[in-house]
């Protein structure tokens, strides 16, 4: 059977797993009732894209993406986004903090070009990890909403606009740290492993891929791997029935 129709057969077939419902909760919004069977979290009705909704991080905000949007096929990812991402340890270590080179008096702040390169080299890494699990897996090719989350870049006049820009910045990353989750997602499900895997194949597969022991071992302990419900993540609206 191909890794395509593995795919296609799993997201079609009725699951028999229980599932915990402790965490659950019916919400009504705008006269109709919405069910999570895993999260308590007060959401809001979110707009009905007709396209992908794709952003600028430079001009827009984040905030939309960490409250749980109807299910867009070509950015599932978007359900695993963490709603506080931590940026410890490798490879997130040019994330946790800021530092900054003030220019002149006049001339403005800008974050320091090392903190940018590790950065863009960082999505490049998540980006390649990503597209190469869902090939590998037989899923669909997901579009991602931004091209890049780094939208600190350049100079700015104050300090407190530059620390504004990064913190900006941080929470659409989060939105790549989400697309990984997505794929090593697929990639557990698609080889039936259990989320304690000792050594898990996406972890085996991107190393003969060239990726670092170092590297992978960090996002294996990261938030990023932790696909339990000691990470709360945006979510999804899905509409399962159209009948009642």
């Not at 600190?152 to 900006?168: Q, S």
């Amino acid at each position: 059977m191909s890794q395509s129709s593995s795919y296609s057969r799993l997201i079609t077939t009725d699951s028999t797993s229980t599932l915990d419902r402790s965490r659950g909760r019916v919400q009504l919004i705008r006269g109709d009732l919405y069910y999570s069977p895993n999260s308590q979290r007060t959401v809001h009705l979110p707009p009905v894209y007709d396209a992908i909704p794709y952003h600028d991080c430079f001009k827009d905000s984040s905030a939309e993406f960490r409250q749980p949007l109807w299910w867009q096929p070509a950015c599932p990812y978007l359900a695993f986004v963490p709603l506080r991402p931590v940026f410890a340890g490798v490879p997130f270590q040019d994330l946790f903090h800021i530092s900054y080179i003030p220019h002149s008096r006049y001339a403005g702040f800008t974050v320091d070009p090392q903190i940018i390169l590790g950065w863009a080299r960082l999505e490049k890494d998540i980006r390649d990890a990503v597209e190469l699990l869902l090939s590998h897996g037989g899923a669909p090719a997901i579009a991602w909403i931004v091209q890049t989350s780094l939208g600190c870049t350049g100079r700015f006049r104050r300090i407190r606009d530059l620390r504004a820009g990064f913190a900006d910045s941080k929470n659409w990353f989060a939105l790549f740290m989400g697309a990984l989750s997505y794929a090593i997602a697929v990639s557990i499900c698609l080889r039936q492993e259990s989320l304690y895997e000792e050594m898990p194949h996406w972890f085996s597969f991107l190393h003969e891929r060239d990726y670092s022991q170092i590297w992978l071992s960090g996002i294996r302990l990261s938030m990023v791997a932790t696909l339990n419900s000691s990470v709360d993540r945006a979510g999804v609206f899905v509409q399962l029935y159209q009948c009642h």
